[in-house]
Structures are given as structure tokens and as C-alpha cells.
């Protein structure tokens, strides 16, 4: 049994090298799909010097990219990550497990800098809640799964959330006890209170029914 991992990428010459280089490391790890979505900077070339990998070119917009980079998977176990993402030594462990056990889900999230803010937001990822599970925490789910649902929805944003609601109707869906480390670039740009905040109000706005065109308008990737 082994994974294809699918990266989404633009513009990602500062994070990417970094998880490559551990992504190619393991062994369970069968091919590394970079779907890139027009990038500008080095990351092609950065993607193109490691081991594993494969790119795929595409239009800009996540979800696009992420089923692009499912089609052209090779494994029936797919690990959809963010460029900016590391994984903790206790994930690689346990990623045996999840091709044996098989079941859709994410990971707890955990950041790259050290602040109280941080590490409160971290501790709601461990709930299994679909409002508390988003793209950065990673998703694994089998192929066959993947293919029956259609793939992403091509939306604009909450191309995650939705997914993973969508999941829980189909299937058992669980948070594996294993960290995912992120980046908090976005954070430290835009602060953490307000970035939080905008979080908040655009996933609630979605819930209501608001549309994801209209709510991208405030989001940027």
C-alpha cells in the first residue's frame, strides 16, 4: 500500500522545499503531485529538483488544482497538504495506520511560532467538527471515496469545509491524533485577532448560505 500526496502551489518558493524534502523521504510515499496554478517564482524549479515528484500545470484555484492532482495520482490512499505545511515525526508514524485502517480525515493543527493565540486555536482543531476542519489541517481520504463524491467542489473558497461535510455523509470521518504544522505567515501579516475574526465571519456567513464567490472577495490565498 502506499500515498500520493497533492500539493497545490503558487508562488511557494519560500515553504515548499522544505516539505518536499521530508515528503520524499518516506518511504509509504509513492509520488508527490505539484499542481501548480500558474506560479511566477522558483517553485517549479524547486519542485522539479526533488525526488517523487510530478507536476501537473493547471488554471489558478485551489479545488481545480487539487482534483487536477488527484487525476494524475497513481495510489487509491490520496493526502491532500499545503505548500506550507510540515509534518510532525508522530504523523509520519501514523500514516501506516491510516492506509490500513483506511478512514477519511484530518489532523490536529499545531503552528510554527509559539504564541497563547496560537495554541487555543490549535486546541479546537482536535475536535471533530466539520466548522473546526479546514485545508491546512491536511485531508487523506481513499481515492474510490474521493471519485464518488465528485472531487472538490469548484468554488472559490470553503472548498475544504465543504468537502468534509460531504464526507461525514458518506462515511466515517476522524481527526487523527497527530499534528500538522503550518505556517502562521498569514497570520503575523494581517494579526492574529483580526485574521481570526475574519475566519470566523466568513465561515459563519457561510453557513447561512452565503456564496463562496461573493465571501472570496474578502479572502485571499
Not at 463524491?149 to 461535510?165: A, S
Request: charged share 25%; proline share 2%; with cysteine.
Amino acid at each position: 500500500m502506499s500515498i500520493s500526496v497533492i500539493i497545490p502551489v503558487l508562488n511557494e518558493e519560500r515553504s515548499l522545499d522544505v516539505l518536499l524534502e521530508q515528503l520524499s523521504e518516506i518511504d509509504l510515499i509513492a509520488d508527490i503531485v505539484i499542481v501548480d496554478g500558474g506560479s511566477v517564482d522558483n517553485t517549479l524549479q524547486i519542485a522539479a529538483s526533488h525526488q517523487k515528484v510530478k507536476i501537473v500545470e493547471t488554471l489558478k484555484g485551489r479545488a481545480l488544482q487539487m482534483n487536477e492532482g488527484a487525476d494524475n495520482a497513481t495510489s487509491e490512499n490520496l493526502l491532500f497538504l499545503h505548500a506550507d505545511s510540515v509534518l510532525s515525526q508522530e504523523l509520519i508514524q501514523e500514516l501506516s495506520n491510516m492506509v490500513h485502517e483506511g478512514k477519511p480525515g484530518a489532523f490536529e493543527l499545531s503552528f510554527d511560532y509559539n504564541h497563547w493565540l496560537y495554541r487555543v486555536y490549535a486546541r479546537f482543531s482536535r475536535l471533530n467538527w466539520s466548522i473546526f476542519t479546514y485545508g491546512d489541517q491536511g485531508l487523506f481520504i481513499q481515492k474510490s471515496l474521493f471519485l464518488k463524491l465528485d472531487g472538490f467542489k469548484n468554488i472559490p473558497i470553503m472548498e475544504d469545509l465543504d468537502m468534509v461535510r460531504r464526507i461525514k455523509r458518506e462515511a466515517n470521518f476522524c481527526k487523527y491524533p497527530a499534528k500538522i504544522i503550518t505556517s502562521s505567515r498569514r497570520f503575523e501579516k494581517n494579526g492574529i485577532i483580526r485574521q481570526q475574526l475574519l475566519n470566523i465571519i466568513l465561515v459563519m456567513a457561510y453557513y447561512l448560505g452565503v456564496k463562496p464567490q461573493f465571501l472570496s472577495r474578502f479572502y485571499r490565498y
